[in-house]
């Protein structure tokens, strides 16, 4: 039963326009999310992430939006550099220092 | 701040050997856990530690166990190694819930 789905296993955009990857969760006590960035032969790279009180969080070109009705979250980069293709990672967790559960990843390619 | 380390990168073991993987969190951060990440899937969850204790574990054999020190350091030990425990195992180290710091990873093939 996989609690965090990421349903696009690849998506390719050209440099300069928007990505936007998706993240569906089915466990409601999930309250803390989660985005990593990973390239290949290194760890996730933390990138942002967002309480269940808010319903958005900025950092820069990154954008996490959560949608708690509908249980999905979307980053949004803008705009999308060709240094951003890796494959990135949705994560939830049920509060505190509960463990992450991760969703299968979505490989980004950014076109120059 | 040198981050999250974990040592080695690399390594090749025979099916049945034993294997120890260390970890050195985040400075400040005193909860480490642990996750295999297997090729194509997302990283699952091991165990965690703090404050020298296992708190949490995830759906994984006894053969995976831990041990945490006193300067949050860490060491995952798999015993009686399988093909199956070929892997990428993370260490991520963290201070609140709204972050959790990864390390390179150790590369493990079992042959």
């Known amino acids: 039963d996989q609690q965090v789905k990421q349903n696009s296993p690849s998506l390719s955009v050209q440099e300069g326009r928007i990505s936007i990857l998706n993240c569906d969760y089915t466990n409601s006590m999930f309250d803390y999310f989660l985005w990593y960035k990973k390239y290949p032969a290194e760890g996730p790279t933390f990138l942002i992430s967002?309480?269940?009180?808010?319903d958005k969080n900025e950092d820069g070109r990154f954008t996490v939006f959560l949608n708690k009705s509908a249980k999905h979250l979307s980053l949004h980069i803008v705009p999308s550099q060709p240094g951003d293709s890796a494959v990135y990672f949705c994560?939830?967790?049920?509060?505190?220092?509960?463990?992450?559960?991760f969703g299968k990843g979505t490989r980004l390619s950014v076109i120059a | 701040d040198a981050g999250v380390t974990q040592s080695p990168t690399h390594l090749i073991k025979t099916r049945g050997q034993q294997v120890t993987l260390r970890c050195s969190p985040k400075s400040g951060h005193d909860t480490v856990s642990w996750y295999q990440q297997a090729l194509g899937q997302g990283p699952q969850f091991i165990f965690q530690?703090?404050?020298?204790?296992?708190?949490q574990r995830g759906n994984f054999p006894d053969r995976f166990s831990g041990h945490q020190f006193p300067n949050y350091s860490s060491e995952l030990n798999v015993n009686a190694l399988l093909l199956g425990d070929s892997a990428l195992y993370l260490c991520a180290s963290s201070s609140s819930p709204l972050e959790a710091f990864f390390g390179q990873g150790t590369r493990l093939t079992v042959v």
């Open positions: 530690y703090y404050e020298e204790e296992e708190r």
């Open positions: 994560a939830a967790r049920a509060g505190g220092n509960t463990p992450l559960v």
């Open positions: 967002i309480s269940s009180i808010k």
